[in-house]
């Protein structure tokens, strides 16, 4: 069927909502003697079209055809992909265990149900992602890739090796010899990976795993804390103590990773005032700090040595009620440098035995008003802003014996923000301790060098190679966050600075005067 008279009468109407393209539909039906049709359908014909050069590019178009907006709305397209089946060293009461999934996931879940139709196959699952989120309208040109699945530092490194090389082979579409020629290719690619996050337990986090992680392209790491109760740790099994965490955020800190915390209320021993005890140390303490959070309450799961607890009466879960008193007090503690990632497991209602069922907490405490100064809560998304709308802001903290800078681009009200950047400047000299030496022997360019952890502008994704005046995406606050960053480490004797850039973004630090070195990116600051 030719769809260009179609496609032409929409791109020529007044269609500026999803309610005015339903109407254009049901008119289009009754006009052309056609079932309605889905967006997906006009959105694959218009995009033949525009290739074949008998329409033009509309972006107003291609926003309005688009489905389920907010996949893309923070300025990346996140794909998750999970490692197979393999034996997890813990032992957390807590924690479920199917013997058809990795530990910790339920087949129920919808990202475990992809892979485990993908029968865990990295390219087929990456792979089948872009296609969908193209599909419904999506840019795929930056893609935030994040890998769960139990301990990731647990998997032989064959394995870690291979699924992040098939990873990288599906966003480049081509098979590369191996990891290395991967991530070159992937760096000029259409589908760029900008970000790559693992997950994995505090006490596998030591400098040669820093070091392999880098090798792999990883820029962010999510590791279970669950509490900083030493007690509490110790009774749900966890197998490892507060001075771990401690250590491992350190380690992480000093590399540059960006560092995601989970933390879970509720645990056996926990009460409401010990969990926001936990949740002001968490973001006071200059030992941890996370720039991310999850947020997982604890319920109760029958595949868990929980169950058992609760079955005879030795422990009981939060109830909804208690829930929705304490998450508005952890909110309100929570610092404008950090982004409440979750605020609950993505687990079906039937799967839970205890606890709270509420699967979409966050919207309904949205509905109630409940919000928060944390990132996810004020970042920009759709809006549209003028560079002179726009304030820069630097917030300053100490962690991990160094001083973090959190430049930021917002609104006057601080409501909204557009852009920012996580600075560290670490001490000049080195601390002392064996663990941070080793680090610096394994990535000697960290050594007295500023750091840049992350740089994000929010807004709709604008694909590579395209510009679109009014979005955030496109007004400059990158170079000039970076602009910034670079004189403050400057005025501190610093004379190079690093970002730990992802492997797809690597081009853009080579614009602005960056040149790749121990997987990081390096400039003097002369």
């Known amino acids: ?38 967006n997906n359908t006009i959105l694959r014909a218009y995009r033949q079209l525009i290739k074949a050069g008998r329409l033009p590019v509309s972006a107003p178009l291609l926003n309005t055809l688009r489905r389920r907006k907010i996949r893309t709305l923070s300025g990346v397209a996140v794909i998750t992909a999970l490692t197979k089946p393999y034996p997890c060293p813990g032992k957390c009461v807590y924690c479920p265990a199917e013997d058809q ?53 647990a998997y032989p490194t064959a394995y870690q090796t291979q699924f992040i090389k098939r990873c990288f082979d599906a966003a480049n579409g081509k098979t590369a010899s ?26 596998f986090i030591t400098p040669e795993e820093i070091r392999r992680l880098r090798e792999l392209g990883v820029t962010r790491v999510q590791i279970g804390v669950q509490t900083t109760d030493d007690r509490i740790l110790k009774l749900v099994k966890r197998g490892h103590d507060v001075k771990t965490i401690v250590q491992a955020t350190k380690l992480l800190r000093e590399a540059g990773l960006k560092i995601n915390y989970h933390l879970m209320p509720g645990l056996p021993g926990a009460t409401p005032a010990k969990d926001i005890k936990t949740f002001r140390e968490v973001f006071t303490d200059p030992r941890f700090k996370p720039d991310f959070l999850k947020l997982y309450p604890t319920v109760v799961l029958k595949n868990s040595p929980l169950y058992h607890l609760w079955k005879r009466g030795k ?12 998450i508005p007090k952890l909110k309100a503690l929570v610092p404008r440098w950090v982004r409440i990632e979750r605020l609950v497991r993505d687990i079906p209602g039937p799967d839970i035995v205890a606890g709270s069922r509420l699967t979409n907490l966050r919207q309904v405490l949205s509905e109630r008003g409940v919000i928060c100064q944390c990132i996810r809560c004020r970042e920009a998304r759709a809006s549209q802003v003028k560079p002179s709308q726009a304030k820069i802001f630097a917030e300053k903290y100490r962690a991990a014996a160094g001083d ?87 005025q501190k004797g610093y004379k190079k600075i690093a970002v730990i850039s992802g492997i797809g973004v690597r081009e853009y630090y080579r614009k602005i005067g960056y040149k790749l070195r121990d997987t990081y990116m390096v400039k003097p600051l002369s």
């Open 315 to 326: 422990y009981k879960p939060y109830s909804e009620r208690q829930l929705m008193s304490l």
């Open 404 to 490: 973090e800078c959190f430049i930021s681009f917002e609104d006057k009200t601080r409501k909204k923000l557009y852009a920012f950047l996580r600075l560290r400047l670490p001490n000049n000299s080195p601390i002392g301790e064996i663990g941070q030496s080793r680090l610096q022997q394994l990535l000697p360019v960290l050594k007295n060098t500023a750091l840049i952890r992350e740089l994000h502008t929010y807004g709709q994704m604008i694909p590579v190679g395209q510009t679109d005046k009014k979005a955030v995406q496109h007004l400059g606050f990158g170079k000039r966050l970076m602009l910034t960053a670079e004189r403050l480490a400057r």
């Open 1 to 38: 069927m030719d769809w260009y008279p179609i496609v032409k009468k929409l791109l020529g109407s007044s269609v500026a909502s999803s309610e005015d393209l339903a109407g254009f539909k049901r008119r289009a039906a009754k006009e052309f003697n056609l079932p309605i049709i889905s």
């Open 101 to 153: 999934m990795p530990k910790s996931y339920l087949v129920s879940e919808p990202a475990a149900q992809r892979a485990f139709r993908a029968k865990f196959d990295p390219h087929r699952q990456v792979k089948t992602r872009i296609a969908t989120l193209q599909a419904n309208g999506h840019a795929t040109d930056k893609i935030e890739l994040i890998v769960l699945g139990g301990t990731w530092s």
């Open 178 to 203: 191996g990891l290395s020629a991967a991530q070159k290719l992937n760096e000029h690619a259409k589908n760029r990976i900008i970000g790559l996050t693992i997950e994995t337990r505090p006490d």
